[in-house]
């Protein structure tokens, strides 16, 4: 067990110690704390990047989806073929639509119940959209197909398909809007904030829809540990952020999930990059709070250690009086109990001082004295003669002598 020997130990260990540690406890929670706060404010932002990119995405599926509302919402009236045919026209003119497939039964055909999934290649175009137009009762879309490959205009293309059934429920046919994949994403590709980012749009499974960079098939597929919880987490929540191991994290990532298309929209960035204000914070918070740990450290140290060396001034002329040297000490500068102290030693050295000439001049008159008496008493027949004398201080005031008269 460590036992302080000196003052300056006793500093050291009962002082300077608790404060570092204190000093250092305090730095490091408020450290902990900023770097939740930035961590949390990351999160946000990243959230809302990835909400808007989303959003971007889910008003250019939803548009037409809401044309396809429009035409399923027709009222059967004699007109409802030039209605329809009209707003088949103006999907056809929409932003980003490669084509617009309208799948019916050839006159007189009976069409397939609803639910079949039997349409043959003699029942799509438009011709056959016009002749049958008046057979259909309402129009819904059933889903949004994922992108495929379509070796017609030669890139990946979504689909969204509009059942149509005729007025006992059946299925008699379909309308399927085709839409340029690059078309729904052009805006994420396009953002220069996003070049030094691994980007992707997954569905549900985490099969990849798109990515930046090399082609994958999988999120997850490396065994990753950031993209596995990436998949993990898409399939239970609509939007969230992930940090990968390491301090800072290698990577961090965000998801956000589509609202018109079971997709969801992956960041994936570099840590040191995405994080570098806390990087940078922690830098600077770490450096100054070191330095301030210091110089306070410092500052305790020159005070205790002035008063250490005033002590150690005291006890080395404390040792010195002993030997009967009294040689007065420096006295310091101000008025704080160190300098009292050092005034008060000077005080009583000189008394000391005083009182050890006066103790000699005594001894020295009582030595005198002393010799001033006889030193044996006389030897007289028959009598025996004595005499003393006793002083109640160093010297007395009282003189014997023994005299022959005779």
Request: aromatic share 8%; glycine share 10%.
């Amino acid at each position: 067990m460590l036992k302080p020997r000196t003052l300056q130990q006793r500093f050291a260990l009962f002082l300077l110690l608790p404060v570092a540690i204190l000093l250092f406890g305090i730095g490091l929670a408020g450290f902990l704390y900023a770097r939740g706060a930035l961590l949390e404010e990351f999160r946000e932002a990243t959230i809302l990047k990835l909400q808007r990119m989303a959003h971007e995405v889910d008003m250019r599926l939803g548009e037409p989806k809401r044309w396809l509302e429009m035409f399923g919402e027709t009222p059967g009236e004699p007109q409802v073929g030039q209605v329809r045919g009209w707003l088949l026209e103006r999907m056809r003119e929409l932003q980003g639509v490669v084509r617009v497939e309208v799948v019916l039964p050839p006159p007189g055909e009976v069409p397939p119940q609803h639910g079949g999934s039997h349409m043959g290649r003699g029942w799509r175009g438009e011709g056959a959209a016009s002749s049958g137009m008046m057979a259909f009762h309402r129009v819904g879309i059933a889903e949004v197909t994922p992108p495929r490959y379509d070796a017609l205009v030669n890139h990946e293309t979504v689909g969204i398909i509009s059942e149509l059934i005729d007025l006992e429920g059946r299925s008699v046919g379909k309308v399927e809007v085709i839409l340029r994949f690059g078309y729904l994403i052009e805006h994420i590709v396009a953002d220069d904030r996003l070049r030094t980012v691994r980007l992707f749009l997954v569905d549900q499974g985490g099969r990849v829809l798109m990515c930046t960079g090399p082609r994958r098939q999988v999120l997850g597929d490396t065994n990753d540990p950031l993209e596995v919880a990436v998949v993990r987490e898409i399939k239970e929540k609509p939007f969230g952020t992930l940090v990968g191991e390491g301090s800072p994290p290698r990577e961090v990532s965000g998801f956000y999930r589509l609202t018109e298309a079971p997709w969801s929209i992956v960041v994936i960035a570099p840590g040191s990059e995405i994080l570098a204000p806390i990087i940078t914070f922690r830098t600077y918070y770490v450096g100054l709070g070191v330095a301030l740990i210091l110089l306070v450290l410092v500052l305790i140290r020159l005070v205790t250690g002035r008063t250490a060396s005033a002590i150690r001034e005291v006890s080395k002329a404390a040792e010195k009086v002993a030997q009967g040297s009294y040689s007065s000490l420096p006295v310091p500068r101000g008025r704080d109990e160190v300098a009292h102290l050092v005034r008060s030693f000077n005080a009583m050295m000189a008394k000391l001082e005083e009182r050890d000439r006066l103790k000699q001049a005594m001894t020295l008159a009582k030595e005198i004295q002393q010799a001033l008496l006889p030193q044996r008493a006389p030897v007289v027949e028959g009598l025996d003669v004595a005499g003393n004398s006793i002083y109640c201080d160093e010297t007395g005031g009282d003189y014997y002598d023994y005299l022959q008269l005779f």
